[in-house]
Structures are given as structure tokens and as C-alpha cells.
């Protein structure tokens, strides 16, 4: 569990503490949505600047206000997110402690992950919405810009990267036994 803490908490505190950076120095973008759901973050932070371009046209730091998941997916329904998340963090905590995680990749994921999921779960009770504010823009049709996202979206976009690499790595010790 020290393991398992050690990566979790300071992926959170990182997270947090980026968020929190945020909230207090950038307006949440007064979109429709944002107007109808959070007019009191809205007016808390209109004296703040929208935006900073970090690289033009490339990379920005926002205030964006995501109910939903990936591309506002369920953005009506956070309710869903915050069931999902309370039951994958406890059957993760329950897998960790039957040892169910052996490999290396995933032993670092679990953490990353449980970070990750602490991190916007917090966002949702807090501010009614999660925090997204790095903003890239990859000039694709398709993903223009890219959504926001944040430190935990990049500890479970990490973590599920390290769970693929311990599923290919899985299946070449299956496939060298045989």
C-alpha cells in the first residue's frame, strides 16, 4: 500500500494543485452550457484573462468546464462519472490488495490511475464539473482543437498505456510458453 500511495498522492496533489492554479488565475469560459450550469464560477472568475497562448496556434491554458468524460462524452449525466469512478476506485483498492497486479506496467498504472480517477472525482464534488485547461490545437479536421484536459486525464491516459504495454508483454510470455 506505501507503493500504491506514493504515486497516488502526489499524482493527485499535482493534479489538484494544478486545478486549483487554474480556477484562481483564468476565467471559466462563459460558453452557453457554463452560463446555464455554473453562473457563480462564472462570475467568480470573469475578472480573469480567457486564455494564455503558450505556442501559438498550437497551445493554450483555459479554464474549461467538462461535466462529461473524453470529447464531453455523458456531459449530461455527471452523475454516471461519479458512480463509475467511486466503484473503479474501490475495485481497483480490492484487485491491488489480492495482488491481482504482478507486472511491473501495471503495478505503476494502478496508482496513476487511482490518482487520476481521485483527482476529477474531487473536480465533480467541488466545482460541480472537472477542470480541464491544457489545450492543444493539432490542426486536424477531425480534432480541432483537441479537448482539454488536465494532470489526472494524463495519469489514466498513462495508466491505460502501461496496462496495453503489460497486456503485450502478457501475451508474448503466454505465446513463448507454448
Known amino acids: ?39 457563480a464560477a462564472i462570475a467568480k472568475t470573469a475578472h480573469l484573462p480567457l486564455d494564455t497562448d503558450v505556442i501559438p496556434d498550437w497551445f493554450s491554458i483555459v479554464h474549461w468546464g467538462n461535466t462529461g468524460a473524453a470529447f464531453s462524452f455523458l456531459s449530461d449525466q455527471p452523475w454516471v462519472f461519479i458512480v463509475l469512478s467511486v466503484a473503479a476506485f474501490v475495485g481497483l483498492l480490492i484487485a491491488w490488495k489480492k495482488n491481482v497486479f504482478t507486472d511491473a506496467p501495471s503495478r505503476v498504472a494502478v496508482p496513476l490511475l487511482l490518482g487520476g480517477i481521485l483527482g476529477n472525482v474531487t473536480d465533480r464534488f467541488i466545482h460541480g464539473y472537472v477542470v480541464d485547461f491544457l489545450l492543444f490545437d493539432l490542426h486536424v479536421r477531425f480534432a480541432n482543437p483537441w479537448p482539454a484536459f488536465n494532470v489526472a486525464d494524463s495519469c489514466i491516459f498513462v495508466a491505460a498505456g502501461l496496462f496495453v504495454i503489460a497486456a503485450i508483454l502478457d501475451a508474448r510470455k503466454q505465446r513463448a510458453k507454448k
Open 1 to 39: 500500500m506505501k507503493f500504491l500511495a506514493a504515486i497516488a498522492l502526489p499524482a493527485y496533489a499535482l493534479d489538484q494543485l494544478t486545478k486549483w492554479w487554474i480556477f484562481t488565475h483564468y476565467a471559466l469560459v462563459p460558453s452557453e452550457r457554463n452560463l446555464a450550469l455554473f453562473p
